[in-house]
């Protein structure tokens, strides 16, 4: 057996107290929470080791900033880890049932997925974000940072894993692993043995590498290649506040929008107001023909390439269509398939983009920058999915569970 | 594009028009079952020359029995259609809803997965049950099944394909790959850009491959190494009629039982009278030691690698255990996680059973020989999953459902 192996092996061990562990978990979720505070200076030392280290690599600053962890930080992930154990718990919650004919009553219980894989990039906090939720619902979890952070990783995972022994369940039900080489990370896509699921968080090459190899299935998450589809009834005030909101209020994000969608009746009207708005963050548009003619011809021509582009950045696509229909078409065939918007006064049209689009989130007169789990209102979130199996959109602890059929009889066989 | 690629395409094409398709699906669905009727003998003569070619390549008579397709199988089949029909359609189903404090409505509805992949063995059937129920849930389907039943299929498609345009939906909600070779599996395991799922049915070998191989996520069915424990609290003669059953009264199918684990209480009262009921239908049973000093030495002896078998056969394992907590960890150990069964009157005991066995089934008293989506009443279903994600046995329209977001606002923006 592997090193990676053995983690699994201790997962799956740990998983099966923890499926039946009850409100023990959060007794272990208040001790992590108690653990990071107490031990908060050991962590700022660990962290200070990658932030170090980060610099002489030459890491952005805003790379450096995701990485670091002050006390106010700290203080978050605490505060963080004490919401999710104040979360009403899924396990045992009966989704369903009946009574058969032959008197067989079958009963559909929520359970814990059971083990939990998680790659992640940079962000440290992740670390106990992540494991906080997996725990919760009842999942044993092994995580895999990126090299950048390992120190912190290393003791955050240390002081929760002394932090859940000490309300008396298994220390591995958190596991990190400490080797940060690609070697580790393919390692964990095959261990199909014990890993249930294996969720991916991080950039577009990560989630691609993982979704291409990985043999134990996978959630993929994120990637988010928004529209705001400027309906010939748009309110243009509204739509250049929401465009603004989407593109500018954080570009780096999977829910802010790369590109708008213009009805021809409406652009002429609405592009200039558009563009002044965005103008005061310096968003460079890239637009078709059309929106050359309107905007003059200082505007960047769009490729086609840039509707395929998740820009997250001060950079927006745009393109005049003919029709609704135009639209959803171009997202049916760009989009990403997460977050895609409309602005409309109209209530046929709206209710038609609501049906005709499919995204894991649909949005009339709204800015696409709410699609969050917070938000939204689960409490907490793990990622938000952009495939259609199993979970779709912001994912919850309820999306970190599985199912299971209870079937009660008093000696029935099939005939 | 390959051939493939342009059935992705094409696919993912009538998907979109499924998507919203309605009450017109059941229209199809009724045009399919009247065309199967109505060109039974296209499908006989063409079934007639897979039979043929079935006897010459040898296949054994139990798998020509599964090849053909007689007047009442093909009326089987329309039956099944119009079942289907006659489900309730999931699609538009609102989950959950809630009002956000900022004045945002936030809907989640059931939508279909979009475009679903199946890859199937020997039977021809499947191709209108799985056919009928992913488009009745608003998916496009591509099937690919094995080259012994290509001549049935491709008949059974072109009636389907011709039935589901006279109502005006697409032909191509429904195609067929006629490509046999295992190239054409391997294709559209790589079809990321087009399928939503992919679902095996067939045999272990099957779906490891496809398991292993897929970039489309997959749901895994099937395999099923299921156990019956008998507590030393159980009543023996259920105990013995319930193992009968569950071993014998088809032993080639997924939940059939293929170990017992018997109390050391009970062991010495009840192996005897279990095997005298088995001993009818010539099972073979291979003991572990103690099943020996009880049963005599005539009994096989069981190795280790017989407890991972699915042996779909005349064939049952027997282990002798110490504590419900062996039997427990025994089937923790062995077990695909299919359906799993305590033999019991001790209400503690049955309890502890339920909530520690982790399996999609977890029976009480009853044969597990009712996994399956006709007899849970889910209708009609397309295979029984042994995975976590997404769906945990028997599996109805509801699992080849998505769902999406619908967020209605009147100008919200994230601040």
Redesign the interface.
Known sequence: MTVIEQMGAKAKEAA?VL??AGSKKDLALNSIADALIEHKDEIIKANNIDIEYGKEIGLTPSLIDRLTLGEDRIKGMADGVRKVSSLPDPIGNVISG?T?PNG?T?TRVK?P??VIGIIFEARPNVTADAASLCLKAGNAVILRGGKEAINSNKAIAKIMRDAVEKVGLPKDSIQLIEDTTRQSSTELMQL?DYL??LIPRGGAGLIKAV??NS?V???ETGVGNCHVYVDKYA?ID?AS??I???KT?RPSVCNAIETILVHKDIAKDALPKIKEKLDTKNVQIRGCKTTKEILGDDIVDAEESDYYTEFLDYILACKVVDSIDEGIAHI?KYSSGHSECIITNDYAR?NKF???V??????????T???DGG???LGAEIGIST????A???MGINELT??????????????
Chains 1, 2 share one sequence.
Do not use: C, W
């Open positions: 099966r499926s039946v009946n058969l067989l079958v359970v997925l059971g199909s249930d699921v979704v291409e043999k299935p996978v959630i309110d509204m506040e929401i603004f909101n989407a209020s049916a709206a609501k049906k005709e499919d995204a894991a989130a649909v949005y009339v007169n709204a800015s920058r709410f699609t938000e939204f209102g495939q259609k199996l199993h779709r959109g912001p599985s199912s299971k059929f209870i079937v009660e009889g008093n000696g029935q066989i099939r005939v």
